[in-house]
């Protein structure tokens, strides 16, 4: 199979391409547009496989994306390609409309021609994969619910509410076109190669040097976290498998509020990284976003039954083995943080 992964640079993306290229036989086109979250740094290995591409393309340009599905004639598509910081959705909501909206309908109908010129079993086989947030349905009231693939959606922030929008798109391209789609709400994911602006990420880093764990309001908002490469063995699931025209919702079992998150940071670089101090005394409380949703959990029993997957990490594996990643990878960070993995792919000597 050829899959056209779009956001292939990013966080999630970037592990999707490393389990398809690490872990079968399958070919790769990353089409990503190399924003800020866009590091290419995240795939020096598999870069050198004669499986993988590399496009540097907008989702909002139809005539390239017409150019890729021409040149690469994909078997399926994994659409990752998205603006995916809430707090920059606050700030400046335009990019967020315009990509996550807008690049998503653009790519739905390349996808959809692209899809009515393909004959017999290489039309039958194809799927266009969304990836989308739990953050669609909002908050959750009681601590006993949980989010299914029939709770209604209620986004609060600029973010969740273009995600939200490009899932409602895309459905709608199923049932109006018969497009074959496949859409799956994952909840927070956490790993290897996360970009320094996230939660765990940005604790860990700013722990190392010193600088102060900025939690918002008490820090008692849930969060399901789930470690990102059984994210990315889940999508690859859901593509292969999956049944045209259905959700899947993907989560960790992993109920945590933010402050017990930074507590075991804390206590691992004390164990991992000592340093003398005890971490803990570095969390400082913020003003609260606001919107923030309190609560997210996610009921994934439909993926685990239909499909037979389940995460291979708890949450104390996974984040033990992400402290240790972020320990043996600063120089990944030091380069994302001073700007250098972005000036040298323009060209631009430090
Ligand atoms: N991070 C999470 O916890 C989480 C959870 C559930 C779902 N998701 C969804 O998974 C997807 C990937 O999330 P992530 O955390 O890896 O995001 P990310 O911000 O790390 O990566 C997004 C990637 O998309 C690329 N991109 C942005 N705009 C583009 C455009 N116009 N054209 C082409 N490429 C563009 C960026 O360069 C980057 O490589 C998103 O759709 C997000 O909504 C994320």
């Not at 402050?259 to 609260?288: F, K, M, Q, S, W």
Request: glycine content about 8%.
């Amino acid at each position: 199979m050829k899959l056209l992964v779009t956001g292939g640079a990013g966080f999630i993306g970037s592990a999707v391409v490393r389990h398809i290229i690490g872990n079968t036989g399958d070919s790769v086109v990353n089409l990503d547009k190399l924003t800020y979250a866009g590091n290419l740094e995240s795939l020096v290995k598999e870069s050198g496989s004669n499986r993988y591409t590399f496009e540097q393309v907008d989702i909002c340009d139809r005539a390239e994306l017409e150019r890729v599905f021409e040149t690469h004639q994909p078997d399926a598509v994994m659409h990752l390609a998205a603006e995916s910081h809430v707090d920059r959705s606050i700030d400046g909501p335009a990019a967020f409309i315009e990509t996550n909206i807008v690049g998503t309908y653009t790519l739905l109908e390349v996808a959809r021609h692209y899809w009515n010129g393909l004959a017999g079993d290489r039309k039958g086989a194809f799927r266009f994969h969304h990836i989308s947030t739990d953050e669609v349905y909002g908050d959750l009231e009681g601590p006993e619910d949980l989010f299914t693939e029939q709770t209604s959606y209620a986004p609060s922030s600029p973010y969740s509410a273009s995600k939200a929008s490009s899932d409602h798109l895309v459905r709608a391209w199923y049932r109006t076109y018969g497009l074959p789609v496949l859409v799956t709400n994952c909840s927070n994911n956490y790993g290897p190669y996360h970009f320094p602006e996230k939660l765990i990420p940005l604790m860990i880093l700013n722990a190392l040097e010193g600088k102060p764990l900025p939690v918002y309001g008490k820090g008692d908002q849930v969060r399901d976290w789930l470690y990102v490469d059984d994210h990315a063995r889940a999508l690859y699931k859901v593509v292969t498998e999956g049944v045209i025209g259905e959700t899947y919702n993907i989560g960790g079992h992993n109920e945590k509020q933010n402050i017990e998150v930074v507590h075991t940071l804390c206590d691992l670089l004390t164990e991992l990284a000592p340093a003398g101090r005890n971490y803990r005394d570095l969390i400082t409380h913020v003003a609260d976003r606001p919107g923030h949703d309190l609560r997210y959990a996610i009921d994934a029993s439909k993926i685990q039954r239909e499909l037979g997957w389940t995460p291979d990490e708890t949450f104390e594996s996974g984040i033990r083995k992400t402290v240790q990643w972020y320990l043996g990878n600063l120089d990944w960070c030091r380069r994302v943080q001073d700007g250098s993995y972005q000036r040298e792919r323009l060209g631009v000597s430090e």
